[in-house]
């Protein structure tokens, strides 16, 4: 699990990502591979944040994000534990504004990260 990773995440496996949405595993695996989705390991198995998730689909505002921190130099675990860990300048965790619609706030945020 990354590090300064809040333990209340709940996660999904790419199995259960395939059968909520109807999607073969190799579709999941290109929602990853094209940063619509971000997935850890965990016990060596691929994991999604499930709040990464909509009802049917990855959610909308978390590519543009995810790429954000990759072009920050953030690696693919840290930029999950990121989105997952509370942020002072945003006073919540970054996935929780995500949902609320706060998309802007949250990439300003990502702004002050370049290294």
């Known amino acids: 699990m990354p590090e300064n990773e809040p333990t209340r995440t709940e996660y999904l496996t790419i199995p259960e990502l395939c059968e909520r949405w109807e999607l073969t595993p190799g579709k999941v695996h290109r929602l990853i591979e094209d940063h619509h989705l971000a997935a850890v ?3 060596n198995v691929l994991h999604v944040p499930a709040e990464f998730v ?3 689909e990855p959610l909308s505002s978390l590519r543009g994000t995810l790429l954000a921190l990759l072009d920050a130099g ?16 945003l006073g919540e965790r970054p996935v929780a504004a995500l949902r609320a619609g706060r998309k802007s706030a949250v990439r300003r945020a990502t702004q002050a990260l370049a290294f």
């Open 41 to 43: 390991r965990i016990e």
């Open 54 to 56: 909509a009802d049917h």
């Open 74 to 89: 953030y690696s693919n675990d840290e930029a999950v534990a990121w989105l997952l860990g509370e942020n002072e300048e």
